[in-house]
């Protein structure tokens, strides 16, 4: 589409290419200003996870024990991870009047408001004028623009990592019932301080053969754990020939 193509922000379910103009400017002075930071549902990718617990200086752990539900999903082998609200108003625990509190380190959905992505790769809006004034303002942005100025490119591709998992899950229809293998699932991909600790505490690494730069990376550097993590679980899911079992020692 020609990079000129401008959308009617006051319209919902217009398919979009990043070449396509919209208007929008978020601030203080827009009277919806966090209301979309309200009653409502972010899904959290293992990425988000790293992000935010990074950003808030905490562990994993308690990322997850103190702003998230974990929600099993029947016959899914990865959980729904949410975004806990709080009780009383319904608001993200981070925003406040003055707006986010973790606005470098916030998730994907939040960096594409009001933008979100096609089965088809393509942009639509999840709102509409009426609802964000936002969509109201004077600002023009390329969708391809404001996706760079959002931050979106490290969180696409770690998601696309991830993806590579959930469409092999489809394709293979994997139905876990062991607890254990479920634990460790969800262990390995939003628990990243307990997955590091299982692999240089437990036998995991007298096991399998995993090359010495690579150990020192995951060490210490989370994003190189949650790969190492992604191809684990693609290993020991789909037995994709990404790691060795080590030789037993002969008596």
Not at 21 to 36: D, E, L, P
Not at 192 to 210: G, I, N, P, Q
Not at 211 to 225: F, G, H, N, S, V
Request: charged share 30%.
């Amino acid at each position: 589409m020609p990079s000129d193509k401008s959308l009617d922000s006051s319209k919902k379910n217009q398919r979009m290419e990043s070449g396509y103009q919209i208007k929008f400017q978020c601030h203080t002075g827009v009277s919806c200003f966090t209301r979309c930071c309200q009653d409502i549902t972010i899904v959290l990718t293992p990425y988000d996870v790293l992000r935010l617990k990074q950003g808030l200086d905490i562990s994993s752990e308690e990322f997850l024990d103190k702003y998230a539900f974990i929600i099993p999903k029947e016959k899914r082998v990865i959980p729904m991870v949410v975004l806990k609200m709080n009780e009383d108003d319904k608001k993200c625990p981070f925003v406040s009047e003055e707006g986010c509190a973790v606005y470098n380190d916030r998730p994907w959905p939040c960096r594409m408001y009001p933008l979100t992505v096609n089965d088809d790769n393509t942009f639509g809006l999840i709102t509409d004028a009426s609802k964000c004034y936002g969509l109201r303002e004077d600002v023009l942005w390329k969708i391809s623009d404001w996706v760079v100025d959002q931050g979106i490119e490290p969180y696409d591709e770690m998601n696309e990592l991830l993806s590579e998992i959930t469409i092999s899950l489809s394709t293979y229809q994997l139905d876990i019932d062991n607890v254990d293998i479920s634990r460790m699932i969800t262990m390995a991909l939003y628990n990243l301080d307990k997955f590091r600790e299982f692999v240089f505490k437990s036998s995991f690494l007298d096991r399998l053969e995993v090359d010495e730069d690579r150990i020192t990376a995951i060490k210490k550097d989370d994003i190189e754990l949650l790969k190492f993590a992604y191809d684990w679980l693609k290993f020991g899911l789909f037995g994709q020939k990404l790691f060795w079992v080590k030789d037993k020692p002969s008596d």
